[in-house]
Nanobody, 128 residues
Framework: QVQLVESGGGLVQPGGSLRLSCMTS????????IAWFRQAPGKDREGVAS????????NYARSVKGRFTISRDNAKNTVYLQINSLKPEDTATYYC?????????????????????WGRGTQVTVSS
């Protein structure tokens, strides 16, 4: 059974940093694409970063490039999202998602419809 559990969210001041974790079970990270999405109230779910396959190729949304870094620890079955220089507009629930590597995960790595498995999310609030 595939399970994804996010953690690491919280209340942070603008300019601060957070590291989100997505602990996975039931999958082998080298065979899967894992992505982070976020959703603010009243907005669509937005893909922000992905990491995929044995080579660990990464993709980022233009809105977060340079501030967000996705990484993984295969031994811990965990994928991380380091978020720096947080802005109020980063406030959202952050979700991780997984799919076995497919053509879609390569061509549309930040499309939520690509992914089969989802965690329940962790809230990130950026406010002074």
């Amino acid at each position: 059974q595939v399970q994804l559990v996010e953690s690491g969210g919280g209340l942070v001041q603008p300019g601060g940093s957070l590291r989100l974790s997505c602990m996975t079970s039931g999958i082998t990270l080298n065979s899967y694409a894992i992505a982070w999405f976020r959703q603010a109230p009243g907005k669509d779910r937005e893909g922000v970063a992905s990491i995929s396959g044995a080579a660990g190729g990464t993709n980022y949304a233009r809105s977060v490039k340079g501030r967000f870094t996705i990484s993984r620890d295969n031994a811990k079955n965990t994928v991380y999202l380091q978020i720096n220089s947080l802005k109020p507009e980063d406030t959202a629930t952050y979700y991780c998602a997984a799919v076995k590597v497919t053509i879609a995960s390569i061509t549309s790595p930040l499309n939520p419809y690509t992914y089969d498995y989802w965690g329940r999310g962790t809230q990130v609030t950026v406010s002074s």
